[in-house]
């Protein structure tokens, strides 16, 4: 399958499996190298980026077979190299609804990490990189099932040893709205670097949206040592999906209760509730509930749905729109999404159509 953007060499570098390269230097501040944003530059009419988001940017290695998995045995199927990362994909599908979007993240002085850079350029997204030669640019497999589902397997790559002293800081005081996935929060580093980036972003004026990422990771972590630090942050808009909802709102799963209950444990944040074959519910801060209802439910390949409504959601809501409104847009390109191969497969020309309102 043909994709939008630079594809990896299959001569290039093979993944290591722990991510990184031990060297002495690795606990050493890696010289940042700033990647076609800087401050003072992309700025919208009110002197502000209207999007920022800090986190992973990895390479998928996505693997898909047609036929139940032969444990212990070979089978047919298709695997190939793909663009990812959740807080990447948000940042790529933000732009391409037409929001002008920066990202930040930490790739390795690889193969990858070029390539990585190469694909954010074409997509339009300003980025600020930080290159190491410590650790190789992270990656994930990716397997999806005969029946669409996909389970992954994260590396620990340089988006995981991105540092506070390393972020940005006049460039993160610009955004009028950061964006962050968990992912940057389930290990430390990258966690002090979220933090910290949240932290500058929302002293300068800025609102902050979280997607929890993973409910297994939240879990693994800790649901209360999760919410404690995530509910300390001053989330304006949370982006979980029933499952993640679920786990943190106690048990609760009928998407009304765990909406209500999230907003308690969020005061004053917006809830997006992503619903997969159901749509979403939108619960704004003291407002009612709103139910969206899903148009297509053709399951392909689930990977980088979740990330593709966040920033679809986002490229609305940021520029006036309600948040169900916000939502409905969003629904519609997470469902075209799901029809495909990988987080974030080329348009093609039914969802250009969407884009442009036709």
């Given at each position: 399958m043909n994709r939008t953007g630079p594809r990896a060499n299959p001569k290039g570098p093979r993944a290591n499996p722990k991510g990184s390269r031990a060297t002495p230097q690795a606990a050493v501040r890696e010289v940042t190298d700033s990647v076609h944003a800087q401050p003072g530059e992309g700025l919208d009419a009110?002197?502000?980026r209207p999007l920022v988001v800090v986190g992973d940017v990895v390479w998928d290695v996505l693997i898909r077979t047609?036929?139940?998995l032969l444990t212990?045995?070979?089978t047919y199927g298709e695997v190939e190299l793909a663009p990812g990362g959740s807080a990447a994909n948000a940042a790529v599908w933000a732009r391409r609804c037409g929001l002008p979007t920066t990202f930040v993240g930490k790739v390795g002085r690889d193969r990858f990490g070029a390539l990585a850079e190469a694909d954010l350029r074409e997509e339009g997204v300003e980025a600020y990189l930080i290159h190491t030669a410590a650790h190789l640019t992270g990656s994930v497999a990716v397997w999806i099932d005969?029946?669409?589902?996909?389970s992954m397997v994260s590396g620990k790559g340089a988006d995981h040893a991105l540092l506070p002293q390393e972020l940005p800081?006049?460039?993160l005081a610009e955004a009028r709205h950061l964006h962050l996935s968990a992912w940057a929060l389930f290990a430390d580093p990258p966690r002090a670097a979220a933090c910290e980036a949240a932290r500058v972003a929302k002293q300068a004026g800025a609102t902050l949206s979280l997607d929890p990422g993973s409910f297994q990771m939240i879990g693994a972590v800790g649901v209360a040592a999760f919410i404690d630090?995530?509910?300390?942050?001053?989330v304006d808009v949370l982006l979980p999906n029933a499952e993640e909802a679920a786990v943190l709102a106690g048990g609760e799963d009928a998407p009304e209760a765990m909406a209500a209950r999230l907003a308690e444990i969020y005061p004053g944040a917006l809830i997006a509730l992503k619903l997969d074959a159901d749509g979403a519910l939108v619960l704004p801060p003291g407002g009612r509930p709103a139910a969206v209802p899903p148009q297509v439910n053709r399951l392909v390949d689930a990977t980088g749905a979740g990330d593709a409504f966040a920033g679809a959601f986002l490229s609305r809501w940021l520029r006036g729109a309600d948040a169900a409104a916000a939502a409905r847009f969003a629904v519609g390109v997470s469902e075209w999404v799901i029809q495909q191969v990988g987080a974030r497969p080329p348009l093609d020309e039914a969802l250009?159509?969407?884009?442009?309102?036709r």
């Amino acid at each position: 399958m043909n994709r939008t953007g630079p594809r990896a060499n299959p001569k290039g570098p093979r993944a290591n499996p722990k991510g990184s390269r031990a060297t002495p230097q690795a606990a050493v501040r890696e010289v940042t190298d700033s990647v076609h944003a800087q401050p003072g530059e992309g700025l919208d009419a009110s002197g502000r980026r209207p999007l920022v988001v800090v986190g992973d940017v990895v390479w998928d290695v996505l693997i898909r077979t047609n036929t139940a998995l032969l444990t212990g045995g070979d089978t047919y199927g298709e695997v190939e190299l793909a663009p990812g990362g959740s807080a990447a994909n948000a940042a790529v599908w933000a732009r391409r609804c037409g929001l002008p979007t920066t990202f930040v993240g930490k790739v390795g002085r690889d193969r990858f990490g070029a390539l990585a850079e190469a694909d954010l350029r074409e997509e339009g997204v300003e980025a600020y990189l930080i290159h190491t030669a410590a650790h190789l640019t992270g990656s994930v497999a990716v397997w999806i099932d005969h029946d669409g589902q996909r389970s992954m397997v994260s590396g620990k790559g340089a988006d995981h040893a991105l540092l506070p002293q390393e972020l940005p800081r006049d460039l993160l005081a610009e955004a009028r709205h950061l964006h962050l996935s968990a992912w940057a929060l389930f290990a430390d580093p990258p966690r002090a670097a979220a933090c910290e980036a949240a932290r500058v972003a929302k002293q300068a004026g800025a609102t902050l949206s979280l997607d929890p990422g993973s409910f297994q990771m939240i879990g693994a972590v800790g649901v209360a040592a999760f919410i404690d630090l995530t509910a300390g942050l001053g989330v304006d808009v949370l982006l979980p999906n029933a499952e993640e909802a679920a786990v943190l709102a106690g048990g609760e799963d009928a998407p009304e209760a765990m909406a209500a209950r999230l907003a308690e444990i969020y005061p004053g944040a917006l809830i997006a509730l992503k619903l997969d074959a159901d749509g979403a519910l939108v619960l704004p801060p003291g407002g009612r509930p709103a139910a969206v209802p899903p148009q297509v439910n053709r399951l392909v390949d689930a990977t980088g749905a979740g990330d593709a409504f966040a920033g679809a959601f986002l490229s609305r809501w940021l520029r006036g729109a309600d948040a169900a409104a916000a939502a409905r847009f969003a629904v519609g390109v997470s469902e075209w999404v799901i029809q495909q191969v990988g987080a974030r497969p080329p348009l093609d020309e039914a969802l250009r159509g969407y884009l442009d309102g036709r």
